[in-house]
């Protein structure tokens, strides 16, 4: 019997010495294992350069990861970005309306849905030429290992600030269904009516079980669903928007005004009536500074655009580059549609989440509360699936060489769904979570990341190129909008907390 076993892993096998050895030829299955072998390219043994495709290979450039051909369609690609790109920050976009006014809005979305595109061509292009598929490698290629922190963290942040936003919902909206359900005033005040401890019980009696979880089966259930109920909510908006009358904004108002002792209530009710059904085309206030933070949230998916990028059936540059550009203009569509027909719904009374504004006027509307329970129903469902890359990048930074540990998988998680809970229990309002990571994370992302690894990473084109140029001002305009936006927003919180103080 022959001692020599036939060898199943992919190594460099010397032609020569396989033809002068007797035993290598001692099978006919054998042969042809060895056949099979000896047809492969050298490169293809070699385990680094198997990691890349070769330029010959799909005219395409080198990946640093084992190539595979996408098997998702252009349409189903379109839908799953499309998903990736909508998410709480709807709600808040007649509220950025409101303090921008129509005109100056649809300039602002119009930007930042341009600004969103080019950045996602600046990644494109950039994983083309760098090798990398993964936000983080594309960091670490570009500037080593604070580059791949740069880009984690960054993510971890929008990722913190999108379970904050879907917390805050459960913390606004649950109170509201359960006084529709059992027929209660707002100001009962029952503890179950209290906003922070339902949300501490989703949290951890809903959420953090489906969090625990290893694998995540449920998330295209999760993902079509949330974007259904986002349709289905600016569905009801436009409706109710030809319910709401200006007698309803300006009895909302009075009892509003007149339950504030002011003497200069009356003056501000005349004021509010004049004008209740005005849309303004220009506004300008302390509020302003926030539009574009909530338009940057409301816009960022470029983390899911590479692992997406691989997916894509006979993927190519310009056909990635088409899934997104018709992605983001149909999220531009209802984000301009939802925005106006809120605002339109309230005008300079739009709280910062448009859902909650509608207490004021519909007590117990069936429509309305279908929209909250399917929304809420969407966010519970939706955390655990933001969490989880969150979890997943902490392991990587802490803890990347060791095996698996229940015990660490439960710490990991109870303190990222208990830091948020704590977060959304202090920090007064959601207008401030799209405000802050709107500017900060969002901004890093879409802005300031993608500009800084084409430039680094992509040596083809000289620094004075008209596409280096480009990204040149693309970083330096993320600069300014991002410390501007944060600048602005520190100033209104010391403004607030002054004459909260001089009260």
């Not at 010959?56 to 190539?67: A, C, N, P, R, S």
């Not at 030429?129 to 290629?141: C, D, F, M, N, R």
Request: aromatic share 12%; hydrophobic share 45%; glycine share 6%.
């Amino acid at each position: 019997m022959n001692q020599t076993a036939p060898k199943t892993e992919t190594t460099h096998l010397n032609p020569s010495a396989v033809r002068s050895n007797p035993d290598t030829s001692s099978s006919p299955q054998h042969n042809f294992a060895l056949e099979k072998q000896l047809m492969r390219s050298p490169d293809e043994g070699d385990a680094e350069n198997q990691n890349f495709l070769h330029d010959h290979q799909l005219g395409k450039k080198k990946y640093e990861t084992e190539y595979h051909p996408g098997t998702t369609s252009f349409g189903m690609s379109v839908f799953n970005l499309g998903n990736a790109i909508m998410g709480s920050g709807i709600l808040a976009l007649s509220y950025a309306m409101a303090n921008t006014g129509i005109a100056l809005f649809v300039i602002l979305l119009v930007s930042v849905l341009i600004f969103s595109l080019y950045s996602v061509h600046l990644l494109l292009k950039t994983a083309n030429e760098g090798g990398a598929l993964v936000y983080e490698q594309l960091g670490y290629k570009a500037f080593g290992l604070p580059g791949k922190l740069a880009a984690s963290i960054s993510i971890t942040v929008q990722n913190i600030g999108a379970m904050s936003s879907y917390l805050y919902i459960v913390k606004y909206e649950l109170p509201e269904v359960i006084q529709a359900f059992l027929g209660m005033h707002e100001n009962s005040g029952e503890w179950y009516l209290n906003g922070d401890y339902l949300m501490l019980i989703v949290s951890f009696v809903l959420i953090l079980p489906l969090s625990l979880l290893r694998n995540l089966g449920y998330l295209g259930y999760t993902s079509g669903f949330s974007l259904l109920c986002m349709v289905f909510f600016l569905i009801v908006v436009i409706y109710k928007k030809f319910q709401i009358t200006c007698s309803m904004l300006n009895k909302d108002s009075e009892n509003v005004t007149l339950g504030i002792a002011d003497s200069h209530s009356e003056q501000n009710l005349t004021a509010y009536e004049d004008d209740a059904c005005t849309p303004k085309y220009f506004v300008h206030n302390s509020q302003t500074a926030y539009a574009i933070p909530i338009l940057t949230f409301a816009f960022v998916c470029h983390p899911a655009v590479l692992p997406m990028y691989e997916e894509l059936k006979d993927r190519s540059r310009k056909k990635m580059q088409n899934v997104a550009n018709v992605s983001f203009l149909s999220m531009f569509i209802m984000y301009l549609l939802a925005a106006l027909f809120g605002y339109l719904s309230f005008y300079g009374n739009v709280e910062p989440e448009l859902l909650h504004t509608y207490r004021r006027i519909f007590k117990f509307d069936v429509v309305l509360l279908i929209v909250r329970l399917a929304v809420l129903t969407a966010v519970t469902l939706t955390v655990p699936v933001v969490l989880f890359p969150i979890r997943t990048s902490v392991n990587q930074l802490l803890c990347a060489s060791k095996d698996f540990s229940w015990i660490r998988h439960g710490i990991i998680t109870f303190i990222l769904l208990g830091g948020t809970n704590v977060l959304v229990i202090f920090v007064p309002s959601i207008r401030d979570i799209f405000g802050v990571i709107g500017a900060s994370a969002a901004g890093m992302l879409i802005f300031i990341l993608p500009s800084a690894f084409y430039i680094k990473l992509v040596k083809k084109e000289p620094m004075n190129s008209i596409q280096k140029i480009g990204a040149v001002l693309f970083l330096i305009l993320g600069f300014v909008v991002m410390i501007s936006c944060m600048s602005l927003i520190m100033l209104d919180w010391f403004h607030n907390t002054n004459k909260e103080v001089g009260h």
